[in-house]
């Protein structure tokens, strides 16, 4: 075996990347970079208690990480409400075309009316590349829980990108309804 240094080295090389690409798919870039370095922090500290491959112990610290830091704050959120605030029509106009090609505004609808956790299913999946059984040791539930909820992570998404948003079963209130009901 490598000398705890060599080992580091190499881990860090190996898996640095995805860990910040993880990171920023849930922070701002300055506390995804401070995510990703205190992932390896921790990392160093017990690097006898990593074992191949990597990649899924250290995105479930990132997760761990991201968690405790969304729970001091909701910093993130905030901006993105100031920005969309101070976003008009006319800064709509002036952006790109491609912006508004229907296609694309329809599937980021669809992914911005998925719930949080099933967007973490899909990316540790599809953007990350992870196998179900190393996506659930970072989830932190058993292998089949996580095809379970990733199942219906996929048939949410679907539902969404049709344009029907919910199940048949479980139709989603509107205000009209709501106000017909009281």
């Known amino acids: 075996m490598d000398d705890p240094e060599t080992r580091f080295t190499r881990l860090y090389d190996e898996n640095h ?3 910040l690409a993880y990171a920023l798919t849930h922070a701002e870039p300055h506390t995804a970079e401070d995510i990703a ?3 390896f922090l921790i990392a160093w ?3 006898d208690d990593i074992r191949d491959p990597a990649l899924p112990w250290l995105l479930g610290v990132a997760r761990n990480l991201l968690h405790k830091q969304r729970d001091r704050g909701r910093r993130g959120r905030a901006l993105a409400d100031r920005i969309k605030a101070l976003a008009g029509p006319s800064d709509l106009a002036a952006w790109d075309a491609a912006e508004h090609v229907v296609a694309r505004e329809t599937a980021l609808e669809a992914i911005a009316a998925l719930p949080e956790r099933d967007l973490e299913l899909l990316t540790l999946v599809n953007w990350h590349g992870l196998d179900p ?8 539930c058993s292998v089949p829980a996580f095809a379970v909820r990733l199942h219906r992570a996929r048939r949410r998404l679907a539902r ?16 009209v309804a709501e106000e017909a009901a009281r």
Do not use: C, F, Y
């Open 160 to 175: 969404a990108l049709d344009g029907t948003g919910a199940a048949p079963d479980r139709p989603v209130p509107t205000p």
């Open 17 to 19: 990347r995805r860990v």
């Open 37 to 39: 370095g205190e992932t």
């Open 133 to 140: 059984r190393q996506a659930a040791k970072v989830v932190g």
């Open 45 to 47: 500290r017990r690097l």
